[in-house]
């Protein structure tokens, strides 16, 4: 299992790297929608208690990343499936 810090790090790190992105193409909109899932994702974890693993499938950026990214920004990709993955998969 995957603890709160590890997905908090690994979601920070996912909207660390999401920033020069933005900078650079700031209509994108698969950047947009990961910045508000990954905002999102930051916030829940920092409940005291967090939602119930059924209750983490608006989580999409692992798919979306896949899809639109995994070829041409594998760097990025990579980071916010791991930042779904965490997210899905923490205690």
Do not use: T
Not at 58 to 65: E, Y
Request: proline share 2%.
């Amino acid at each position: 299992m995957i603890d709160r810090s590890e997905a908090l790090a690994s979601a920070r790190h996912a909207l660390d790297m999401l920033a020069d992105r933005l900078a650079r193409s700031p209509d994108y909109g698969v950047h947009i929608h990961a910045g508000e899932q990954l905002s999102r994702m930051i916030a829940e974890l920092g409940y005291r208690c967090l939602p119930l693993a059924a209750d983490r499938g608006w989580v999409d950026i692992g798919l979306m990343a896949a899809r639109e990214l995994e070829s041409s920004d594998a760097e990025f990709a990579n980071a916010l499936m791991q930042a779904d993955f965490d997210f899905k998969h923490v205690e």
